[in-house]
């Protein structure tokens, strides 16, 4: 005897969604609004008053917003999440409801640069504090913990790297702790890995990468694994004890496996405000219809593209989970079975101006600062978001001079191919190349 | 709210408010390996509205401590102490699956002390699948998975909870899997499967009674939950279109909407 339960595919394509519900639309409608009637006034005061579920204020929640909210929920296995206007305001939203000022995280240091200017610079400002440890540096993380640490956060495969961050034996660490262990799956998406199913408690994602594919919407999301007990120690307060906003609700007590969405909604979005609109909710569903067959690809080319720049006389070096020799292969076939994803740094031989070359000659491959769209995207850290930095700062941040960035795509693998040849020919002659 | 029933630490949500004696009580009972936390879309309704509110965790369950009892008799009997230790004289009690049969066992046992009875998603008997039995009492997580998927009608499958970004196969199944499965959910479905009381406790019940039936319930399937309740008095029937077993969250708002009728029309605030 199975359960049948819906699995990964049909999830993809139906969770969070009953058309009988929506004048029978099989599509989900957008619900282009600000505000929702209440029936009469005690509807309206149940509904302010968490007493039953609906909508009130599209800032707060939206019938569109919340298929895409079940979806991905669905599809990590989660209990409850909250989509947000960008993957940014998922991991601010996720640490303001998380911390007090006066707190402390322990975060990994290798993480897309916008992730550590908000923990290095912003949220300093509001008291909380950062003890940044190198992604393998297992031991680190606990050594890293203080009594007021409320989390630990990472990216599982961090960027521009590829270094594998432990979740499994990092988890271990957190709950010893009796801390939560926070995951940014972007990278990853639910199809490569489920961080819930290693240990992890929460999980946020830029939607705006892989989950949608297209490249046209910003979004964001955290999503609540139920697995962790805010009562088991003194250290979430905001989550334990009566809060004033809704007359003296303990979240933990009365919502248990969803308490920490549930207080993301109530205090986070409601007072920053961060929502998603409707339209890009809609847009990022579309992609997560096809995401396995998306990431299928992407990983597929992903590992040609990896042995077609291995073995390139143009090629330095090679970066990818995947690739031969990397020190963390088998942590990887662990937790990632189906693929290591499809973000490679190379460096190119010729260091920067070869790079550059590189960049202003390659015609199929766009060159912006995006990644996870479903075509092939590359980025010259060195001559482009990292211009400013000098030798010794771009080697804190993982970078250097002949580092290329490439997110891949789900082109015909023989195209990129062929325009990455023309971006080498370039590179081989950098001075003769004139910027385009 | 902590309270002691025979010394042992008990959990009850009062439904975000103060708990107060004074006021007409309502007691919700959770069903099999769950906590007080299925019926938030209930209790915070009642409790905001003139009645206190006292959503059960029993023993072993969500917040409560000690072992879990293994009778629905025992249940039942406990049921009718922690009114009392509460301080309360009557309650209206409503139940959920198993909770349906602790209701009536505790109607049977403490008769003064009830005032109406609610039951949703109820059956006079709720004989286990073997299989599903010995998986829960093995602590086997696929107990939990199995249980969900009998839980949600087809509808509730594909999600749509009431409450935006809730997704509630995996709200019901964590709430099971937070604790020992075969300490919770093990224990009750094997008192479950013992209990025989049903039918006779149900054709001698004599009290307003109300049954809140989905009409896609494949735990406790619609026809068995009509014999329970044409076996009852006069007792009110709504079948609920569309919803599986977990109507409380399937169909929050239709359930509330059901209850508060009864309710307040048989255990009005004076
Ligand atoms: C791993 C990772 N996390 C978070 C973000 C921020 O997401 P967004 O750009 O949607 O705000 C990004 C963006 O590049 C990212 O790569």
Redesign the pocket.
Known sequence: MDPKTYKFDTLSLHAGYQPSKNAGSRQIPIYQTTSYMFDDVDHAAALFNLERGGHIYSRMSNPTVQVLEERVCALEGGTAALATA????A?FLTIMTLCNAGDHMVVSSQ??G??VNLFRLTLPKFGIKTTFVKPRDTEGFKKAIQPNTKGIFG?LVG?PGNELMNMPEVSKIAKEAGIPLII?S??QTPYLCRPFEHGADLVVH????WMSGNGSS???ILVEGGTFDWMQNDKFPSMTEPYEGYHGLSFAEEFGPTAFTMMARAEGMRDMGPCLAPQNAWNILHGIETLSLRMEKHCSNALKMVDYLSNHESVAWVSHASAPGHPDKELAEKILPKGTGSMIAFGIKGGKEAGAAFINNVKLASHLA??GDARTLVIHPASATHSQMDEATLKFAGLSHDMIRLSVGLEDFEDIVNDFEDGFRAAKKPRLVANK | MKFKVRGIDTFASTGGRPFDKNKPLIVFVHGSGLSHMVWVLQTRYFAFRGYSVLAVDLPGHGLSSGESLKTIEEMGNWVGDAIEAVGCKQASLVGHSQGCLVTMECVAQHSKKIKTLTLMGGASAIPMNPELLSLAEESNPKAVDLMMDFAHGPAGHFGGHPVPGLYHLNVGSMIVQNKEIKDTLGVDFRACDNYKNGPEIAKNLNLPTLSILGAQDRMCRLKDGKILADYIKGSEVHVIENCGHMMLLEEADQTLEILKKFILKNDPIK
């Open positions: 960008s993957g940014m305001s991991i993480l897309y916008g992730t990216e960027n940014d972007t990278y830029s939607l705006t990468k910003m979004a964001g995006n990644v």
